[in-house]
């Protein structure tokens, strides 16, 4: 008898902490399944998502916001937006979440080796971004190094903000931060995302750039990416759409003739080009 897709697994919050403050607040939640057999036969890649959820409440769709290669544990970075996102965000150390998948494609990170890798995000953007920094990491010797840009309105609304100085300190990656507007004792850049990528003008040769973040953000990085000679091909990003089966069944986040829970979240821009509706 197959097994019924929709139930999901417990797991135990083993840690948690703030990422950000304020009103949309982002907390990150590191949790592991309860089943041994689970743990071992889970498997994800960089831009996969889940349902996480909490019994009686609801679920959301929300990106694994780490690499296979930490460990055998999930992690997830959420924004506290409405009813769902506000009860897991009441979820301490040692509370059960409910997790289904893993659902979605995954950013191609194996094709990709041998090539040059630029991240371009913007506030909780950040999160599928950060397993392909991981996982570039983890396999160094693959990659011809990465670049990470990403900024946030303020410092206080970056989030990994305790990650950067230890990635900077790796060889062939280099990380770059900016703020929207000036702040005391702020290091880093002081600008948008899309002016910064302008600035720091990358080389498209044999590189693959993969934005997330707001829409905005996404425009203008795209505007900027092909000012600077990238190819639709050689960029990515990944798509939002309201979900709620998160396996292709109920038709809530369909956009033209794609299931953006199965056929996505990530697109090359090449494909979304090709689909103005999915893009709007
Ligand atoms: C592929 C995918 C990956 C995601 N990854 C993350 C993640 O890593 N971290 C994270 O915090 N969120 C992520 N989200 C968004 C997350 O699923 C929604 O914010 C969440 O479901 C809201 O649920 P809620 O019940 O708390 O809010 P609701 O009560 O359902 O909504 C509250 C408000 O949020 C808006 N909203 C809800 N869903 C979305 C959405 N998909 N896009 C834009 N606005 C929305 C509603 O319009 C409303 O204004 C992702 C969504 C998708 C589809
Ligand atoms: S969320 Fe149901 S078909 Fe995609």
Redesign the pocket.
Known sequence: MCKNPYIPHTATVEDTWYETGGDRC?KTFKVVFDDGKVRDQWSHLPGQ?AMIGVLGV?E????I?CSPTEGQFLR?????????????HELEVGDKMMVRGP??NNFPVDEWQGKKILTIGGG?GQ??LRPIVEYVRANQDKYEGLTMVYGARTSNDLCFKGEFEEMSKCDDLSCHLTIDVEEEDWQHNVGFVPQMLLDLDPSPENTIAITCGPPIMIRFVLENLKKLGFEDEQIYT??????KCGIGKCGR?NAENMY??KD??VFSYAVLKETPEAFA
Do not use: D, H
């Not at 970075?77 to 996102?85: E, F, I, P």
């Open positions: 982002i998502c609801g959301s769709m929300i990106s916001s997830f970075s959420v924004m506290r937006m409405g009813k769902v996102t506000q009860a897991l659902y979605g909780i999160a599928p990944t798509l939002e759409n309201r979900m986040c953006v829970c996505g979240p």
